[in-house]
């Protein structure tokens, strides 16, 4: 049975491919070309499950297909771990500025880990003014999943994945808001965009 897990990592596993591409699509060309460079042999795309169904059915994803489909998935999630109950409006969710887990680790050194004796939360952090008008960040439960140590496995990878999925949709909007600066901009003819 594959896990959510495995799922996400065939996400990024995916976005990073979509990346690379972007890159060399967007990369300038080189005005000057030496004679001494030797030709270089283009390596083989690596295969991978993604790969292999956007070949097999003939269709490439774009980003916009990516996006599509883990917004998807986060509002399964959202649905599955009770989030509404905390915020009820699906939609509201993305205007936090950020999430965080409580009880288990997700940084590269403990990825997935959970924290013994620590309480598991999903933390939605934004910013509110306090009295004197000055803004503050304030630490919003969006969801209690009880002690480390009674957390089912599946469980655990379902709200990593909610957390790392909403991060990712986040940052498709950030994305969005400075193409958009970007555009208001006078550029010049030879920038990337």
Known sequence: MSSSLDKLKALTSRLEEKLEQKE???KPPKKEVTQTKKASVEEPVKETSVTKKASASK??????DVR???VVRVKELYEKLKIFEKSPDFDKIFIYKAM???GIGLK?????EVREGKYIQIIAITYEPDKNGKKKAKNISLGYFGKAETLDNTLKN???EFVLRWRYEKAFQNVEHYKDLIARVETTSDTLF
């Open 158 to 160: 379902e709200i990593i």
């Open 100 to 102: 965080n887990l409580s």
């Open 24 to 26: 060399t699509v967007s």
């Open 68 to 70: 599509k489909e883990n």
């Open 59 to 64: 269709v490439t994803l774009s980003s916009d």
């Open 108 to 112: 590269e050194e403990d990825f997935g």
